[in-house]
T-cell receptor, first 113, second 115 residues
């Protein structure tokens, strides 16, 4: 079946540290992959996405590359800020006919000054 | 900026009461979704809709029901609330079509506590 596995949190970093949040997936075919972010007290919002192998999604200094050979979509940022503190969800698009998303369990990021 | 709204944001209610969670979007999206987010943060799809008069159950069995009489409105109803319904409920929408990698736009959520 389709599933997403992401690293457990919380991830605690100091400001300006390098961030990696691991995400691997299991799916039939080649699904589109997403990172959504949920700030405290808010709904989710799209951070970045990639629709085919070797695509790199990027936004707000975050990047992730669709790696078919390792079935991974790891999220990275070179220098985190306190404002990046949030919960990050990796997701795959299961069914292109109706865009059903399968989400990972979320990884909480805490950035201290 | 997404224009999708949910009311109420917070609701505390007693067991056995009927409740309706409202969700509206002004983007003209045909597809709408309801997710249940448990305290461990995991999201589960409980209902979705292709458009007016179309509703389907999602992956997680839910005692709630939904309706889609207008494109912009997708309310969720619990006929008799129970403590097991305590959760956060997130509404989302996306455009019609079969384009790969469509973005889903989420509302701010409703936190429900059933006593």
């Amino acid at each position: 079946g389709n599933s997403v596995t992401q690293m457990e949190g919380p991830v605690t970093l100091s400001e300006e540290a390098f961030l990696t949040i691991n995400c691997t997936y299991t799916a039939t075919g080649y699904p589109s992959l997403f990172w959504y972010v949920q700030y405290p007290g808010e709904g989710l919002q799209l951070l970045l996405k990639a629709t085919k192998a070797d695509d790199k999604g990027s936004n707000k200094g975050f990047e992730a590359t669709y790696r078919k050979e390792t079935t991974s979509f790891h999220l990275e940022k070179g220098s985190v800020q306190v404002s990046d503190s949030a919960v990050y969800f990796c997701a795959l698009e299961r069914d292109t006919g109706f865009q059903k998303l399968v989400f990972g369990t979320g990884t909480r990021l805490l950035v201290s000054p | 900026e997404a224009d999708i709204y949910q009311t109420p944001r917070y609701l505390v209610i007693g067991t056995g009461k009927k409740i309706t969670l409202e969700c509206s979007q002004t983007m003209g999206h045909d597809k709408m979704y309801w997710y249940q987010q448990d305290p461990g943060m995991e999201l589960h799809l409980i209902h979705y809709s292709y458009g007016v008069n179309s509703t389907e159950k999602g992956d997680l069995s839910s005692e709630s029901t939904v309706s889609r009489i207008r494109t912009e409105h997708f309310p969720l109803t619990l006929e008799s609330a129970r403590p097991s319904h305590t959760s956060q409920y997130l509404c989302a929408s996306s455009e019609a079509g079969t384009v790969r990698g469509e973005t889903q736009y989420f509302g701010p959520g409703t936190r429900l506590l059933v006593l």
